[in-house]
């Protein structure tokens, strides 16, 4: 049966002919080669041209990133190698390699070494560490050398392909004459490639005559032979992670076959003339191509490890066909969240087929491997064959007693051990199936859940899911969407005994809440679904609501989870596996408040581990329960938050009393205290928390002289210049005032405060302006002028003298609260305007015929 191939376009970008491709090992990029003669460097992931090489007026058949050094070396048909630095686009080195045109590159991975063929029909490896010095020429090809290949598990020998109908094997050191000939195509060879793996010492090749051939290079046989194209072969590889051969053709198509089998698996055709060049890298299931019309990147298959691990820690996963497993419960004694498990395989063994599905049966005792059409299942720990057989999907039953499911075409068996016992002949194109309670038999559009026992149909739901999740009880599923899921409930009491009807039973599932998510993997813990998400989260939710657990470094999958350890594993796509704390009393603790069952929560509250107790109480407030969280934190920030949210005075003054370094505490129970009308406490709590601002406001509002002058002392001790100056000015001692813009090193200011309001200290002032502007320019500060002596200039200086010794006289009169509205008006008075009319005006006049002044002085036009 043919592999199951998710193949998806990461990019498509129109260009002229590319003759060259290549995927950045560690930058999301993909450099083409263009026949135009310049490079083009894209992000596959933006789409976006990041830099642009104009290399020559001639075709760029070959170019080669050196990731070690950032450079990149292209060949062209001008015979020239050149060499950038791909980041600062500096061109570092030119020179001629070759008498004709150059057609390949490689790069040595260890050595300083660059390798070059051409249409000259030499090859050549250059030095860069020596100044590009040519350290060795080969010659024995008859004809173009049109590709040259590194063996991945010998770096020191090479392949080369040419026109002359041969493949020739070399050595980078040592001999220049090559190794042996492998003869077999029947026209030139235009492309070879080693195989990555370290199990089969393969080589692929393809030519002219339209064939792509399989040898052994340690034998020197030909071991397959792959037709299916109509021209030219112009490109082969095998993909590094995949048992795939790729070939490229001028017949414009990509052609994927199994690597094992050599049957054909694929043929692409992008509508973009022909296939010229392709380029992939492990780890990424990124395929490269280039075309007449462009570039495109392709993504086969899927990033999601093939792996599998039951609730007593054993994993088993899949690499290509080997199987590996590994306790994790080794590891229990130091394990840090989000920190990597160092893995130690227990068993390795190699599968016959390619597995494309892995799972643990619901009692852990056995897994399953199923793919190429065939399935396997085998004992958890020594890998003993338990079952095999022919089949496309496997899947689970989730009872404890190992019943299984598998589908050839649209026939879904369920199988006891090795006998059937349902033939379920489907109706629709079954797509997948998916283990549970229930059987689920996918669609196009639609899933049918059908009963393990009976075989009957229990219910038809109208959506085609990737994934279902069934809760360890059976009564809960996540059906999961591309964009969101859904949890239903399963009443099974509600279809005993009930005759399906064409959809099944409608009663069967209760629709309970939807979450737009994008899931990547989920695990049932009690009747709370976790999951992680495309956003690299992993969350879980309760009664319909989405609960953020932990932001990952990078797409991790779940892998299971082990409750004596109380810790949830997940694994990335290069089968690092991390683990975090989930403590399952908490996840039900909170399943029971957001249920209201307020005495289950009780119930279960002493089992959760103390430090969790936050996290509770944190949860309770997010609902509205304050009190109750209030009761429960041991956190004193989050008590005294809600200590201040509920207006408990008394808890919050208690909190700020324990915590001795946090003034911060004392300014919020001061606030409250105001909020409150005590007074006297908030005048306690601001003093403690040293908030002179909440002091100005409470001693100014009730007017306390002697508060006001201790303030400012205060305030100026501690450098607050501007709540002093406010205190000092509301008492009206304009002395202090003067002192402290002076002391706050505003001595301009000082100079216009005392022409406004002291006149008779405005020489002491100007001085000190002068002496302070004289450091910066003595010419500015000479151009300043004191007033007493130019009075000629200020005509108004000595009225405004007499102005204050009448206000200061005023202002050191007592008066009481009861002649208030007796005085109001003199505070709007214009003392000027009346000295001008008596210059002998005193202030036993001034009160005595005070202005006029309204009845109700509060009373507005509108009242």
Known sequence: ?????????????????????????????????????????????????????????????????????????????????????????????????????????????????????????????????????EKRVYEGHGHYVMQISLNPKDFSTFASASLDRTIKIWGVSGSDKAHYTLEGHAQGVNCVEYYPGGDKPYLVSGGDD????????????????????????????????????ISTSEDATVKLWHSSTFRLESTLNYGMDRAWTQSAVGGTRLLALGFDEGTIVLKIGSDEPLAS???????????????????????????????????????????????????????GRSFALCGDGEYVIKSSRAFRNQGYGSGQEFAWSG?????????????????????????????????????????????????????WETGNLIRRINVSPKQIYWSDSGKHV??????????????????????????????????????????????????????????NKLNYCLSGKSMHMVNLDKKEW?????????????????????????????????????????????????????????????????????????????????????????NNLGEAYKIAQEDTESDDKWKMVGDLALLSGEIDLAENCLLKSKDWNGLLLLYSSLGIESKLRELGELATESGKMNVAFICFFLLKDLDKCIECLVKAERIPEAAFFARSYCPSKISNVVKLWKEDLAKVS??????????????????????????????????????????????????NYEILDKLKEDENLDIAQLLSQPPECPEDPFQTEES
């Open 778 to 827: 003595k010419v500015a500060s000479q151009s300043l002028t004191d007033p007493t002596e130019y009075p000629q200039k200020f005509p108004e200086l000595a009225l405004g003298m007499k102005a204050e010794k009448l206000l200061d006289d005023f202002y050191k009169t007592d008066v009481g609260a009861e002649d208030y509205l007796g005085v109001m008006g003199l505070f």
């Open 558 to 646: 779940i892998l299971g989870f082990i409750p004596q350890q109380s810790r949830i594993y997940l694994m990335d796509s290069e089968r690092t596996i991390v683990s975090y704390a989930v403590t399952l009393s908490f996840i039900e603790y909170q399943i029971s408040v957001v249920q209201e069952d307020f005495e289950k929560a009780e119930l279960i509250f002493p089992t959760i581990p103390p430090q969790y107790h936050n996290k509770c109480a944190k949860f309770l407030d997010s609902l509205g329960y304050k009190e109750e969280a209030m009761a429960i934190t041991h956190d004193k920030q989050h008590k005294m938050e809600l200590a201040l949210q509920l």
């Open 478 to 535: 996540a059906v999961v969407l591309e964009e969101t899921f859904f949890v239903l409930q399963y009443h099974p009491e509600l279809v005993a005994g009930v005759k399906p009807q064409d959809d099944g039973i409608e009663e069967a599932f209760e629709l309970e809440f939807e979450i737009l998510e994008n899931v990547n993997s989920g695990i049932w813990l009690s009747e709370c679904f976790m999951y992680t998400t495309s956003a």
């Open 309 to 363: 691990m039951t609730n007593t820690g054993y994993v088993v996963w899949v690499k290509n066909n080997d199987i590996h497993s590994a306790n994790l419960r080794i590891n229990e004694g130091d394990i840090q969240d989000g920190e990597p498990i160092n893995l130690v395989p227990r068993e390795t063994e190699t599968c016959e087929f390619f597995p494309q599905f892995v799972k643990h049966s619901p009692n």
């Open 1 to 133: 049966m043919p592999l199951r191939l998710d193949i998806k376009k990461k990019l498509s970008s129109r260009s002229e002919r590319v003759k060259c491709v290549e995927i950045h090992p560690q930058q999301p990029w993909v450099l083409s080669g263009l026949y135009s003669g310049n490079i083009l460097i894209h992000d596959y992931i933006t789409q976006a041209v990041l830099k642009s090489f104009e290399v020559s007026n001639f075709p760029v058949r070959c170019a080669k990133f050196i990731v070690r050094t950032h450079w990149l070396v292209v060949g062209s048909d001008d015979k020239n190698l050149r060499v950038y630095n791909y980041n600062t686009l500096e061109k570092l080195k030119t020179f001629q390699a070759h008498d004709d045109y150059i057609r390949s590159i490689i790069v040595h991975p260890t050595l300083p070494y660059v390798i070059s063929s051409s249409d000259d029909c030499i090859i050549k490896l250059w030095d860069w560490e020596k100044n590009w010095e």
């Open 399 to 451: 009872a404890t007693m190992g019943d299984f499911a598998i589908r050839s075409a649209n026939v879904v068996k369920v199988m006891r051990e090795t006998e059937e016992k349902i033939n379920y002949k489907s109706t629709f194109s079954v797509e997948a199936l998916f283990g549970g309670t229930l059987l689920g038999i996918k669609g196009d559009e639609y899933i049918d859940f059908v009963d």
């Open 210 to 245: 339209m064939k792509v051939k399989v040898w052994d290079y340690q034998t020197k046989q030909c071991l397959n032979t792959l037709s299916g194209h109509h021209h030219n072969v112009s490109s082969v590889s095998f993909h590094p992670d995949l048992p795939l051969i």
